[in-house]
């Protein structure tokens, strides 16, 4: 194909009013603007994201073997092994448990063996809470019970509280 039959393609053939080359014209405009848009929306939730989140889980009901393996600055990760929280303060105490005494009273005793942790968790990247946040399938919000998980367990906490770190 000669550069004159090319240059004839896309400067003399017309669609209705329009000629070829303005077609091209007009999607590079858009693909520009689009790309334009997409940087940004980026920038914004970029900006918006300036902070960690805090994170409090109560543990309850764990086995002490199993609750000696969550440590302070252990890291909670997804399921690609990416490290997504930081454990940043463990407080251990024996589990309650619901029991009855002689006069048919309930009362809440202490388990023989069981522990509750309550862990506070801060997010490794800073994060906006919008709506929940993302870890794994699930959504990070308050009064939902998840499954959460260090490099060497696994454990049911749920969440009692989100909040922005302070600076």
């Known amino acids: 194909?000669?550069?004159?039959?090319?240059?004839d393609f896309?400067?003399?053939?017309?669609?209705?009013?329009?000629?070829?080359?303005?077609?091209?014209?007009?999607a590079l405009v858009i693909i520009f603007s689009f790309l334009l848009y997409s940087k940004e929306a980026q920038s914004i939730k970029a900006e918006r994201a300036t902070n960690r989140l805090i994170v409090e889980?109560?543990?309850?009901?764990?086995?002490?073997?199993?609750?000696?393996q969550i440590n302070v600055s252990d890291r909670i990760i997804d399921k690609d092994g990416n490290?997504?929280?930081?454990?940043?303060?463990?407080?251990?105490?024996?589990?309650?448990?619901?029991?009855?005494?002689?006069?048919?009273?309930?009362?809440v005793t202490k388990?023989?063996?069981l522990v509750s942790l309550f862990l506070n968790l801060r997010t490794v990247n800073p994060q906006k809470?919008?709506?929940?946040?993302?870890?794994?399938?699930?959504v990070v919000k308050i009064g939902g019970s998840l499954i959460w998980e260090t490099k060497y367990s696994r454990f049911v906490g749920l969440v009692r509280n989100i909040s922005e770190e302070e600076k």
Not at 11 to 26: A, E, H, M, T
């Open 1 to 7: 194909m000669k550069m004159s039959s090319i240059k």
């Open 10 to 26: 896309l400067f003399n053939r017309k669609f209705g009013l329009f000629k070829i080359s303005d077609f091209l014209v007009f």
């Open 57 to 68: 889980i109560s543990v309850p009901n764990l086995d002490p073997d199993v609750a000696n």
């Open 83 to 107: 490290n997504i929280f930081e454990i940043t303060e463990k407080i251990e105490k024996p589990a309650e448990h619901p029991t009855i005494d002689k006069d048919g009273n309930i009362k």
């Open 111 to 113: 388990h023989p063996k």
């Open 129 to 138: 809470y919008e709506n929940g946040i993302k870890y794994n399938w699930q």
